[in-house]
């Protein structure tokens, strides 16, 4: 409703004269950690698990990609608004070939490879929030990012039962 939202110019309230909730499809890039560590079983049963439920949350003309990382990226489901092509490519994330993640090289190729899009564009990032070695720093994602005006990156985050069971006890590597 309006009443729930204020809207502000340079600090100042300013009124609401429209108001409209508008459903408009999305174009979304899941982009998955799919890399082989110590306790990769739980990390990828969380990554399946999780963007398994953004899939079934998807409308016919919504656009999604699946691409995965570990070393590189991998593109395993071009955009597509096939949901069973999405579920088949999530279904087929069973053995990674890498203990490497570089999680900050894999956003900025996300973000590159959404740049070729017009409109708004989503990244569902689906991983530990690792990073062995990537090329870029944190902070030139930073800045990537931020330059990025048209992109919004969600996360979630995996590990979380493993880092449940382990809390008080042994650590994580």
């Known amino acids: 409703k309006p009443d729930n939202f204020k809207v502000f110019e340079n600090g100042v309230p ?20 799919f890399s082989n560590n110590p306790y990769t079983y739980r990390f990828i049963y969380d990554m399946r698990n999780a963007a398994w439920e953004f899939a079934q949350q998807l409308r016919p003309q919504d656009y999604v990609a699946l691409m995965t990382y570990d070393m590189r990226t991998h593109i395993i489901t071009d955009f597509t ?15 990674p070939g890498f203990n490497e993640r570089n999680m900050f090289d894999a956003v900025s190729e996300a973000i590159d490879r959404l740049s070729r899009i017009e409109g708004r564009k989503y990244i569902i990032l689906i991983g530990s929030g690792r ?15 931020k ?13 979380g039962a493993l880092r449940a069971m382990t809390e008080g006890g042994a650590g994580m590597d």
Do not use: H
């Not at 330059?147 to 590990?159: A, E, H, L």
């Open 14 to 33: 300013q009124k609401i004269i429209g108001f409209k909730r508008v459903e408009a499809p999305i174009t979304a890039l899941l982009l998955c950690e």
């Open 131 to 145: 990073d062995t070695f990537s090329k870029l720093t944190w902070g030139e994602l930073q800045k990537k990012v």
């Open 81 to 95: 608004q096939d949901k069973g092509q999405i579920y088949q490519a999530i279904q087929s994330l069973i053995i």
């Open 147 to 159: 330059n990025s005006q048209d992109v919004t990156i969600y996360t979630i985050s995996t590990g």
